[in-house]
């Protein structure tokens, strides 16, 4: 209410201020010809005006708000990954039937140039998960996720996931499957349906999870060249990998 009035009363203030200077012209020139052709050739260039301010010029300073935002994300994106994402991933794999084809998805090409994003990509979207409920340790999962399920909430109240669709879904996801996961105190005489139910709730989020990976590899190679060398160093899918420089 207070900002309305204030933009009203701006506008009259303007309003007025305008009119005020023409009749002062007026006063002092006599001339009202010479008024009405400058408010003639002001009103032409309008449109004009109009059209660099609202289309030009707004729209670089919207891209340039939307890249801040983008850079604020990432910066939430990257501390989810080193608290919390990459070790998930890790656990993540030790529950997939075919772990060895899923990281060769990923450590297929050994460059990492812009078309070998496209072709990793393109593997991943159509990898076909395999979650085995007996393969992976869900009660060391569980204590993992239950350990972080105050910084995912943390994160989920963040203004700028707003940007990013994709990224809050991957947080529902993990957050949903802590949630499937806390509620359960046994996991070694779980009916065969529970099971199923639990390895689906797996495989939404690690889906998500691998897919999310990828895109921020990408976003450090070209931004931070010297985050993504850590980062590739202690790739999840490399069961070889080392941060020791070789």
Do not use: C
């Amino acid at each position: 209410m207070k900002s309305s009035r204030w933009l009203v009363l701006l506008s009259v203030t303007l309003f007025l201020l305008t009119a005020g200077l023409y009749v002062l012209h007026f006063i002092v020139f006599r001339d009202v010809r010479h008024i009405f052709i400058y408010m003639l050739g002001d009103l032409a260039f309008l449109p004009v005006e109009v059209l660099l301010v609202s289309l030009i010029i707004n729209r670089l300073l919207h891209s340039r708000e939307q890249r801040v935002k983008l850079d604020k994300l990432n910066m939430v994106i990257g501390t989810f990954f080193s608290e919390a994402g990459s070790d998930l991933l890790r656990l993540f794999l030790r529950f997939e039937k075919d772990a060895a084809a899923l990281s060769g998805a990923v450590l297929q090409e050994r460059d990492w140039a812009k078309k070998d994003f496209r072709r990793r990509l393109a593997r991943l979207q159509d990898y076909r998960y395999a979650i085995d409920f007996t393969r992976g340790d869900w009660p060391e999962l569980k204590a993992f996720l239950a350990a972080r399920r105050e910084f995912l909430l943390s994160l989920l109240g963040n203004p700028n996931l707003l940007e990013h669709d994709k990224f809050t879904d991957l947080l529902w996801a993990v957050f949903h499957l802590t949630d499937e996961l806390v509620h359960r105190s046994d996991f070694s005489s779980l009916p065969d349906a529970d099971q199923k139910h639990l390895a689906q709730d797996l495989h939404r989020a690690f889906r998500l999870l691998t897919l999310e990976w990828l895109a921020y590899m990408q976003h450090l190679k070209s931004a931070y060249p010297y985050l993504f060398s850590l980062a590739i160093r202690t790739n999840p899918f490399d069961p070889a990998a080392s941060p020791v420089i070789r």
